[in-house]
């Protein structure tokens, strides 16, 4: 089992960054593909980022394309995603999580662990 902790998130407001991070208790964390979405109230979770376990691929949804940066380190078990130029549309609960596969997957089905969550809210 893969156990993922997020943390960074906060109220922030339109404009600002934010970093979020998530560690995983995976010693071969460079093994697992990880990603992150995110989730409003009353609504499915949304793909925001996907980065292979070598780092070198990176692939983003169109919202979030030019403002968004996922990164990872693999020696530190953590993947990061630095959030810029953020609007109140990405208020949301992010999640990370991980899959053992060579491929980018935007779908949640494809993920086999999660981790708890950590709030983003963007105030005007």
């Known amino acids: 089992q893969v156990q993922l902790v997020e943390s960074g998130g906060r109220l922030v407001q339109a404009g600002d960054s934010l970093r979020l991070s998530c560690v995983a208790s995976e010693g071969a964390f460079s093994r697992y593909a990880m990603a992150w979405f995110r989730q409003t109230p009353g609504e499915e979770r949304h793909f925001v980022a996907h980065?292979?376990?070598?780092?070198?691929?990176?692939y983003y949804a169109d919202s979030v394309k030019g403002r968004f940066t996922i990164s990872r380190d693999n020696a530190k078990n953590t993947v990061y995603l630095q959030m810029n130029t953020l609007r109140p549309d990405d208020t949301a609960v992010y999640y990370c999580?991980?899959?053992?596969?060579?491929?980018?997957?935007?779908?949640?089905?494809?993920?086999?662990?999660w981790g708890q969550g950590t709030q983003v809210t963007v105030s005007l």
């Open positions: 980065i292979s376990g070598n780092g070198g691929t990176q």
């Open positions: 999580a991980s899959r053992s596969s060579l491929f980018i997957a935007t779908t949640e089905s494809k993920y086999q662990y």
